[in-house]
């Protein structure tokens, strides 16, 4: 818990004064972002290895590492001066979490850490242009949990059929963290399909779906 204060502390400190986060947020840091993230630890698999990307101020990255000390983490982010920050952060909280600077579509980045168990995202990108960056880093059956608002249903309804081709299995939505954050967090889940590692994007016929 110490560590968390002292993470929210980086957030409305140095991480307000270096445009990382609007002054506005400073006051709802606790609910909006911090917990909002906190809970989605609850989704993730027991020492899953999880890529995040366009990670920014570490979230939900930083606080899915707090809360489950089992998961090995990676942030994913390609602004340098949000890199610089986020290693200082990860440096003063003490973390086992490495820090690339980089874009989940880069090849380097893809080579590095493909095979992850998960891949988490939070108002990266709309829902099919995020599984397009995350399936690759996915091993098959590895699961990307990008982090929605209310535009969640929408985005599953309209880009259902392109995460299909992407080679995802259905997105669905999930709510957690009922008891500690009001709204409870929104995660679209996908499941990358087993046997996707075939050429991107050619479609699959309904009975080869898992």
Known sequence: ASRMIRYA??????????????????????????????????????????????SGAGLPGIPLALARPDLSVVLVEP????????????????????????????????????????VT??????LARLVGWALPLL???????????????????????????????EPRIVRCGNELVDPPSTVVVVERARGSGRRPGRPRRREERS
């Open 9 to 54: 502390a980086h957030l409305v400190g140095s991480g307000v004064e270096r445009g990382l986060l609007g002054p506005r947020e400073a006051p709802r840091i606790w609910e909006r972002h911090i917990l909002n993230c906190a809970v989605v630890a609850e989704l993730l698999p027991d020492g899953a290895r999880t890529v995040d990307i366009g």
């Open 79 to 118: 602004l340098a001066r949000r890199v610089d920050w986020l290693r200082e952060v990860v440096e003063d909280l003490g973390l086992p979490v490495t820090v690339e600077r980089g874009r989940a579509e880069e090849s380097g980045v893809r080579t590095r850490w493909e095979g992850a168990d998960v």
């Open 121 to 126: 995202a939070r108002a990266v990108a709309p």
């Open 139 to 169: 091993r098959p059956a590895g699961t990307l949990f990008a982090l929605k608002g209310q535009s969640a249903e929408t985005e599953v309804a309209r880009d259902a059929v392109a995460v299909r081709k992407l080679g995802g299995n």
